[in-house]
């Protein structure tokens, strides 16, 4: 992996040097611009979460395909430079932690690097322009016309998670040099690009997302989800989220008073 640290990437953003030996099932990226392996997907996927509806297979997979869009972020802003990251070069295995299904993503060639050339900015534009209009549009939308939901409800996911894991990477920023590179290389991700590149009418980074109280850690709130990942649509049980955009005033209420109340148990 020379070049970039692989280690953030493969204990938290859920990137495997080697397959895990025991999996659900494995899927090569670009093997799901294609029509009928798309459906396919979401037919297989939607059982392992125990989905009653095959939209929640598509919110599900674009909420973890995020990951893939936040080590990119991540190896540009950190590391000067980035992966191939394109579908052909991406495989991704689902097995089961716990008895919950967890996604693991592989690249064919770690080896493949995409570094600034001289304009830093330039080339910075260029790989998140090629890699989001060439790749993860195309995905994005391949899924969602096998699942038939709207592919704007992908890009949520996508953005939701974007957002907090720019988060993650400014409280955890060492200097002040690294974080005005954190927030200048998102800057161009969320406002340099325009709406077409991502196949939308806007770029679906571009978010004020509202605010609500979080119970467990006060000082970091939570945002209202972009969209709505669908997990009330699976039959385990778990209902809307917190954070769900869906919720009414009165149940999110009714929901954080529960929390508050487990945080303070928990004490």
């Not at 598509?58 to 395909?65: G, N, P, Q, R, V």
């Not at 990119?72 to 992966?83: C, E, L, V, W």
């Not at 509202?210 to 669908?230: G, H, T, V």
Request: hydrophobic share 40%.
């Amino acid at each position: 992996m020379a070049g970039i640290s692989f280690d953030r990437l493969e204990q938290q953003m859920f990137f495997a040097k080697e397959a895990f030996p025991e999996q659900a099932f494995r899927v090569e990226m670009a093997d799901l611009l294609k029509e009928g392996n798309a459906k396919r997907f979401v037919g297989q996927y939607g059982p392992v979460l125990k989905a009653m509806k095959p939209e929640v297979a598509a919110t599900y997979f674009s909420l973890w395909f995020a990951w893939v869009c936040v080590a990119m972020q991540y190896t540009i802003s950190h590391d000067h430079a980035t992966y191939d990251f394109s579908l052909r070069n991406l495989k991704g295995q689902v097995h089961l932690v716990n008895g919950r299904p967890r996604w693991a993503f592989l690249l064919h060639d770690a080896d493949s690097l995409s570094t600034p050339a001289g304009d830093r900015n330039a080339w910075r534009k260029q790989v998140l322009t090629s890699f989001y209009a060439l790749e993860v549009a195309p995905l994005l939308t391949s899924i969602a016309e096998a699942a038939d939901i709207g592919v704007g409800q992908l890009w949520g996911q996508v953005a939701t998670r974007m957002h907090y894991a720019q988060d993650a990477f400014l409280r955890e920023a060492t200097s002040t040099w690294v974080r005005q590179t954190i927030e200048e290389d998102f800057a161009c991700l969320q406002q340099e690009l325009d709406g077409e590149v991502f196949g939308r009418k806007r770029n679906p980074f571009d978010i004020n997302f509202r605010l609500i109280d979080n119970p467990r850690m006060p000082e970091e709130p939570y945002r209202i989800k972009a969209s709505c990942c669908l997990a009330y649509l699976t039959d385990t049980g778990h209902g809307y989220c917190y954070t769900c955009p869906r919720m009414g005033e009165e149940e999110r209420e009714e929901k954080r008073q529960k929390l508050v109340a487990a945080v303070q148990a928990s004490n």
